[in-house]
């Protein structure tokens, strides 16, 4: 008697823990349809580009405290990754509701021209952003007289960055030439400093030293026509400039391929690296790690290239067949706001797109960086989206990681100019 009741007991407290757990579930179940969150792709994943991003999407929650976020990172560099895998999930039909997207041909001569983007024109006239904005930079997101993405920042590429201790220390001064850099390396070589910082555990960042070798030996009249295909691989100031760019790798730390932008920005504030090569976003990630401009670290222009401002912007794209269409246009009209644009940028140490943000507000960076686009002849960048179609992006980067490893001239030549008559010449 005492056992049965004891029993009874038993299944009784089981079915009450089981159809507290069934509700429980259910209700989170219910919770997960309710809020739906708005799924935005990007490839900020790194210290201080990333913080940006946080920045502007707390902003977004405040303003929209029904929402949610899902971030969906695809980290690597220039969209190494994010923007082979969002091709796939695109032509898939199953689309982020809101996308990263880098202004240029990148953008138009895939997802838009194959009609998977929305036109945002009618965004840019219900906010009355047409005049706001950097021509140059609305250009490069047009199609047909539409405009397919809200542009949040200018970022600069042509850059070097340095540790001023150790440019003191040996006397150094900044090299304004590409023979001035071999000299450079060849003197930190011999005090014991790896020349030149790289990680190109990705190839991006090896190209992003390709195109302003390129830039600094051509010009920017004959870097614009190498890009549309109408100066030859094989020129003799490209084979030049070919061949500088494989010196300077030959002096790069022999790690290079494990390696990320950010550990060989980290490699050069530390002492153990000369110069580093990359965009201004180095600014932005020592600066999330505490460190002091111009103490710590300190930047130039990349030798050859001033009176130039090597240009990519950020944005954010709206799919066709977003779950969330309505959230994904709130969030690009913050996007595009003054406050979204001025929070986001001075952690981003990117100018904004806008042209009417307040200057009291922007970082010391942000300062020398805007005297530098206002009295520089603006240049678009290869390597970030700008220049060339993603597609060809893609051949380029392989062909670049193949010169890193075999640093064979007549090899990336010859592959170079087939994908110049194969691709760039149609690549319009
Ligand atoms: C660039 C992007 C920058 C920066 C960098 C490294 O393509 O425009 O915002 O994040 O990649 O990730």
């Known amino acids: 008697m005492v056992f049965e009741f004891q029993k009874a007991l038993k299944i009784l407290l089981i079915t009450f823990l089981l159809s507290l757990f069934f509700s429980c579930s259910k209700e989170k179940q219910t919770q997960a349809i309710d809020i739906q969150p708005l799924e935005i792709s990007s490839w900020w994943t790194v210290e201080g580009e990333n913080n ?20 969906s990172y695809m980290a690597g560099g220039s969209g190494a990754i994010a923007r082979k895998l969002l091709f796939e999930r695109m032509g898939s039909g199953t689309p982020p509701d809101i996308f990263q997207i880098l202004a240029g041909k990148g953008l138009i001569n895939s997802s838009v021209k194959m009609g998977q983007v929305e036109s945002l024109s009618f965004l840019y006239e219900e906010m009355d952003w047409l005049s706001l904005y950097e021509p140059d930079i609305l250009k490069a997101l047009s199609f047909d007289g539409d405009l397919y993405a809200v542009p949040l920042n200018i970022h600069r590429s042509n850059l070097i960055w340095y540790q001023p201790e150790v440019f003191n220390e040996l006397n ?15 003197v930190l070589a011999n005090n014991g400093i790896t020349p030149i910082s790289l990680g190109d555990k990705l190839s991006w960042t090896a190209l992003h030293i390709f195109e302003n070798v390129l830039l600094s030996v051509l010009g920017a009249d004959r870097f614009l026509d190498l890009w549309s295909g109408n100066l030859s691989f094989q020129d003799t100031e490209v084979v030049k400039a070919i061949e500088y760019f494989i010196r300077l790798i030959g002096y790069s730390n022999s790690d290079h391929s494990a390696l990320s932008w950010d550990d060989a920005l980290w490699n050069v504030v530390q002492g153990n690296g000369g110069i580093t090569i990359v965009g201004d976003w180095a600014d932005s990630n020592l600066i999330s790690k505490g460190l002091e401009r111009g103490t710590d670290y300190a930047w130039a222009v990349f030798p050859g290239t001033s009176g130039l401002y090597s240009w990519l912007a950020d944005g954010f794209s709206l799919p066709k067949g977003a779950v969330q269409r309505e959230e994904a246009i709130e969030w690009l009209r913050l996007c595009g706001s003054r406050k979204g644009q001025s929070i986001f940028n001075s952690l981003k140490s990117s100018l904004p797109a806008r042209q009417d943000i307040d200057r009291s507000i922007f970082t ?31 051949l380029l980067l392989d062909i670049v990681g193949d010169l890193v490893i075999h640093r064979d001239l007549s090899l990336a030549q010859s592959s170079l100019e087939n994908l110049r008559k194969e691709y760039l010449l149609s690549d319009v």
Not at 52 to 67: G, M
Not at 172 to 186: A, G
Request: hydrophobic letters at 40%; charged letters at 25%; glycine letters at 4%.
């Open 364 to 394: 010391e960076y942000q300062l020398s960086a805007y005297e530098d686009f206002k009295s520089s002849r603006l240049i678009g960048s290869v390597n970030h989206g700008v220049l060339i179609s993603d597609d060809v992006w893609f």
């Open 52 to 71: 940006a991003l946080l920045v502007l999407q707390n902003q977004f929650l405040e303003e929209n405290p029904d929402s949610s976020i899902l971030n």
């Open 172 to 186: 150094l001064e900044i090299p304004e030439t590409m023979d001035e850099l071999l000299v450079l390396c060849e």
